[in-house]
Antibody, heavy 116, light 108 residues
Framework: QVQLQESGPGLVKPSETLSLTCSVSGGSISPYYWSWIRQPPGKGLEWIAYIYFTGTTNYNPSLKSRLTVSVDTSRNQLSLKLSSVTAADTAVYFC??????????WGPGTLVTVSS | EIVLTQSPGTLSLSPGERATLSCRASQSVNNNYLAWYQQKPGQAPRLLIYGASSRATGIPDRFSGSGSGTDFTLTISRLEPEDFAVYYCQQYGISPRTFGQGTKVEIK
């Protein structure tokens, strides 16, 4: 059974960089696509980016200038870096696997709060 | 980007009743690449339907998806107590991928 687990600081200061890791167990990173998705408290879902196991990426244009997503197949991990964060970036961040395009396995999510 | 509009915002029904949720796209969804997810409080979304009408692994057959182009529907034939949740549609045919704003199915 594939399991995903997001990890990283729960509190980030405004203007700093948010860094998260998604660890995949029970299966391989390859040959799948993987997404990052976020959900502000009490609100809906927003797709952030996806990455192929080869490292090919596709970013949401609304975040592209601040975003870096990468994959480490040797560690079976994904990472997300979002720079120059503001309170609007406060959200639960999920990583999720693609299967037939849709997201079939999800991590439980990690809450990141942007506050000084 | 494709804007997905879900209706109604809230659906108040009783267990055993039929639920019909709508998702309308601002332009045609390529290859009917439309998914439905269920989300309960404090949990990650769960994939129910992909490709507009294919049930994901382990999803009960009371959940069905239909539609094409710009109009899609999720139907729950007989609501079970565990089905009361928020439901989101997502299109993954054109980048950026987008989600609808959600429909809450609550107990009447």
């Amino acid at each position: 059974q594939v399991q995903l687990q997001e990890s990283g600081p729960g509190l980030v200061k405004p203007s700093e960089t948010l860094s998260l890791t998604c660890s995949v167990s029970g299966g391989s990173i390859s040959p799948y696509y993987w997404s990052w998705i976020r959900q502000p408290p009490g609100k809906g879902l927003e797709w952030i980016a996806y990455i192929y196991f080869t490292g090919t990426t596709n970013y949401n244009p609304s975040l592209k200038s601040r975003l870096t997503v990468s994959v480490d197949t040797s560690r079976n991990q994904l990472s997300l870096k979002l720079s120059s964060v503001t309170a609007a970036d406060t959200a639960v961040y999920f990583c999720a696997r693609h299967s037939a395009g849709a997201n079939d396995y999800w991590g439980p999510g990690t809450l990141v709060t942007v506050s000084s | 980007e494709i804007v997905l509009t879900q209706s109604p915002g809230t659906l108040s029904l009783s267990p055993g009743e039929r639920a019909t949720l709508s998702c309308r796209a601002s332009q045609s969804v390529n290859n009917n690449y439309l998914a439905w997810y269920q989300q309960k409080p404090g949990q990650a979304p769960r994939l129910l339907i992909y490709g507009a009408s294919s049930r994901a692994t382990g999803i009960p057959d009371r959940f069905s998806g239909s539609g094409s182009g710009t109009d899609f529907t999720l139907t729950i034939s007989r609501l079970e107590p565990e089905d009361f949740a928020v439901y989101y549609c997502q299109q993954y045919g054109i980048s950026p991928r987008t989600f609808g704003q959600g429909t809450k199915v609550e107990i009447k």
